[in-house]
């Protein structure tokens, strides 16, 4: 928020991978934003998007949707490289308003998007937005720290993210206690004796866990007795390490031969492998 209220061009939340970076845009940026923590924050238009394949035609899609007239967003080939998200913001902001472009997963612009000239061009079109003066327009990127390096390709891109940017850290087991209980408090449920202590004990100090966390909870409430969440239903499910591998295992095995042969070819599709860094998810369309 000090860097929005600044007019930071880029900010950027850096962590390694399941550190809840998007978390962090998604459940306190974006919600301080639009309850006007910042003068005027409430009016401001927000896109939300992810690079892909393709991350202008993505761009595209995003700010559409974010149009308060769901106008026409860019096109996929700007002719103008530079200002098409600043020509995009004229037309759909309101006087006095503000663009909030968050990119999620950037990494994704060096995995997936293997068109170097549509990835300069990208590159020069955020910090082109951020940096017009009547652009209007602010870039927040969530980054995985093993690709933080990648963007020193881009040096203004590397001065902006260097400048302005928070690194989120593991959460520690007061915050991960929050995280398990309140939403299931809102919710209406109750945990049994002892459950979160327990839980807590397979998360803290895990390294990336909170997906793992997130899939056993889930798992924990497809068992709950009423609303009783209980110790019974985390065992049965495999606890935040064994409930995405046990869930992953069923479904395959209730599958006949050729099914799961054509499962093992599609979760292969869905994984980029790293060079240097850990393996990052890949989309696909449903063609392919």
């Known amino acids: 928020l000090d860097d929005l209220a600044r007019g930071a061009p880029v900010v950027a939340a850096v962590g390694p991978s399941g550190s809840g970076k ?53 096109d996929s080939h700007p002719d103008d490289e530079e200002g098409a998200i600043v020509e995009v913001a004229r037309r759909i902001l309101p006087a006095g308003g503000r663009l909030i472009l968050v ?6 612009l060096f995995t997936l998007c293997r068109d170097e000239h549509e990835r300069g061009a990208f590159v020069r079109n955020l910090l082109y937005a951020g940096t017009v003066p009547e652009g209007s327009a602010t870039v927040v990127l969530t980054l995985r ?11 203004e891109l590397a001065r902006y993210t260097a400048a302005h940017q ?18 299931a408090l809102a919710a209406g449920l109750e945990f049994e004796e002892g459950l979160v202590d327990v839980i807590l004990e397979d998360v803290v100090g895990q390294p990336g866990a909170l997906p793992l966390l997130e899939h056993a909870l889930f798992e924990l409430w497809q068992r709950r007795l009423g609303n009783m969440l209980t110790l019974e239903g985390y065992l049965d499910s495999g606890g935040v390490s ?24 599609a979760i292969l599709r869905l994984t980029q ?15 392919e």
Request: a neutral charge; aromatic letters at 8%; hydrophobic letters at 40%.
């Open 22 to 74: 998007s978390s962090v845009v998604s459940a306190g940026l974006i919600p301080a934003l639009r309850s006007g923590r910042l003068p005027g924050s409430e009016r401001w238009v927000i896109a939300w998007m992810r690079p892909g394949l393709h991350p202008f035609q993505e761009m595209a899609a995003a700010l559409a949707q974010a149009s308060p007239s769901k106008e026409r967003g860019v």
């Open 145 to 155: 720290a093993d690709f933080y390096g990648h963007c020193s390709t881009y040096p």
């Open 166 to 183: 928070f690194l989120v850290s593991p959460m520690g087991a007061d915050d991960l206690r929050l995280a398990i209980e309140q939403p």
């Open 103 to 108: 990119i999620d997963q950037f990494e994704e």
């Open 242 to 265: 064994g409930a995405v591998a046990n869930r992953a295992d069923a479904i395959y095995t209730s599958l006949p031969p050729d099914q799961q042969q054509v499962m093992r070819h």
């Open 273 to 287: 492998p790293g060079e240097a860094t850990e393996a990052t998810r890949r989309r696909a369309r449903w063609a």
